[in-house]
Nanobody, 124 residues
Framework: QVQLGESGGGLVQAGDSLRLSCAASGRTLSSYGMGWFRQAPGKEREFVAVLSRSGDNPIYTDSVKGRFSISRDNAKNTVHLQMNSLKPEDTAVYYC?????????????????WGQGTQVTVSS
């Protein structure tokens, strides 16, 4: 079993940047596909970015393409989400998740472990 903990959220202005981190304990993250998801008030959870075990071919939701970047540092057992040019519509609780197995999927229901979330608020 792996435990995940997010950090790096906060209150920023539109156009600013944030870097979210997801630290793991219990197991090495290199054994898992990883994803970042978010949930805004009154909305369903949506995927933001996902990354396979190998770190190849990240997938991003259309609204963040060109602004967000997912990466993993297996040596530090950490996954990051670099968020640039933030917009008010990016405001949400951001969750990292780990998935057992190979390949990559954007469906949250296929992820086995979740962090507690970190709040990102972007003011206009």
């Amino acid at each position: 079993q792996v435990q995940l903990g997010e950090s790096g959220g906060g209150l920023v202005q539109a156009g600013d940047s944030l870097r979210l981190s997801c630290a793991a304990s219990g197991r090495t993250l290199s054994s898992y596909g990883m994803g970042w998801f978010r949930q805004a008030p009154g909305k369903e959870r949506e995927f933001v970015a996902v990354l396979s075990r190998s770190g190849d071919n990240p997938i991003y939701t259309d609204s963040v393409k060109g602004r967000f970047s997912i990466s993993r540092d297996n040596a530090k057992n950490t996954v990051h989400l670099q968020m640039n040019s933030l917009k008010p519509e990016d405001t949400a609780v951001y969750y990292c998740a780990a998935r057992i197995g190979y390949g990559v999927t954007t469906s949250g229901s296929t992820y086995n472990y979740w962090g507690q979330g970190t709040q990102v608020t972007v003011s206009s």
